[in-house]
């Protein structure tokens, strides 16, 4: 059971054979790592399923192998123009997950990779693969170069960026996957704990490259800019890159509609400014300096409900952009411009 969706075992996966699972897409939402928040988002698994197919079709389409498997009605799997109402299951093959070891040391939680060697197969690499074609309001890069944890020399610009600026080329990021909270680290770092070689790593670029313009043809169909996001990998039979997990939803990436976020940005924007945040990232720096696993557990600020007017919102905006996506009208709702001049409305009304 994750944080927005559950995985159902049909079959486990072995050593020498994947598995078969199913995604059950929940109205369910998280943010800034905490796992489920007090508010459901009415059909946003929906939603999230069928954008999330309709990519993994068009990635297919480019020889890029996923796990995707196809989505469930009537109790089996049908392709994404075969569907004849909204789906929020989705079946998927799976492969095997090696949890790294954990050990404190000098005060500090060190996770322990050994697992990870060049020759295994058939398994989750254990990193979030990240690209950025813009550096919007909100993206983490800005925090992290005010941390001193990157320069931007380190991300191969040649300037210190601004909020809202669009990129040349895009940047690759990259951070772990398996730990408590996601850290970013280096290329050099990212091959040593997932156990890849330098042909290895060139072939996850090569893949996110070809995700990320994948997702770009499909969100400009929606009036939508692709400003970043996320993939996930894993390792089939033959060690060959397979694009697992999810890909192309309000969720794995960062939108813009005319420089308004359409995403689950909005609602990081609005817990940004209350005391939960400011506990959670206190919390955070606490367990990290202490060598704390658990940081949930510091946090004593209850976990605040989403605005009602905002929540209808980003319900609409999850149902308009995946009817505007995937180029079928699944959901009555408004059009994703109309639904961005509701969400502009409301916070000029809250500034």
Not at 17 to 40: N, Y
Not at 107 to 133: Q, T, V, W
Not at 191 to 204: D, M, P, R
Not at 210 to 219: G, Y
Request: proline share 4%.
């Amino acid at each position: 059971m994750g944080s927005v969706k559950d995985l159902e075992v049909i079959q486990k996966p072995t050593k020498d054979k994947m598995g078969l699972g199913r995604f059950h897409f929940s109205d369910r939402f998280s943010v800034f790592d905490w796992g489920e928040m007090p508010d459901h988002i009415d059909r946003k698994g929906d939603a999230l399923c069928l954008m999330g197919a309709y990519c993994f079709e068009r990635l297919e389409e480019k020889s890029v192998r996923t796990h995707y498997k196809g989505l469930v009605e009537n109790g089996k799997p049908v392709m994404f123009n075969e569907l004849m109402r909204p789906s929020s299951l989705m079946e998927v093959s799976t492969v095997n997950r090696y949890q790294p070891e954990t050990h404190v040391e000098n005060g500090k939680l060190i996770y322990d990779y050994s697992a990870y060697g060049s020759n295994l197969k058939n398994c989750l690499i254990p990193l979030e693969i990240i690209y950025r074609n813009g550096l919007p309001e909100g993206s983490s890069v800005f925090k992290r170069l005010e941390q001193g944890k990157v320069t931007y020399q380190e991300l191969g610009l040649d300037h210190y960026p601004k909020p809202g600026e669009r990129l040349a080329k895009p940047i690759f990021d990259v951070s772990t996957k398996l730990e408590e909270t996601d850290r970013y680290v280096t290329w050099e770092e990212a091959a040593k704990i997932a156990g890849l070689t330098n042909i290895e790593v060139a072939a996850v670029k090569v893949v996110l490259a070809k995700v990320n313009e994948t997702i770009n043809e499909i969100a400009v169909k929606a009036g939508l800019i692709n400003e970043d996001g996320k993939i996930e990998l894993a390792f089939d039979l033959q060690r060959r890159l397979m694009v697992i997990d999810v890909i192309g939803t309000l969720d794995e990436c960062r939108f813009t509609f005319n420089g308004f976020h359409v995403s689950k940005e909005i609602a990081r924007q609005f817990y940004k400014k209350t005391d939960w945040y400011k506990d959670i990232e206190e919390a955070k720096k606490t367990a990290e300096a202490k060598g704390i696993k658990d940081w949930k557990a510091l946090v004593k600020v209850p976990t605040p409900k989403l605005d009602p007017k905002l929540k209808t919102i980003i319900s609409e905006m999850y149902m308009a952009a995946a009817n505007e996506m995937t180029g079928r009208k699944f959901f009555e709702t408004p059009k994703l411009a109309e639904v961005v001049k509701e969400y502009k409305e409301w916070s000029g009304e809250k500034l």
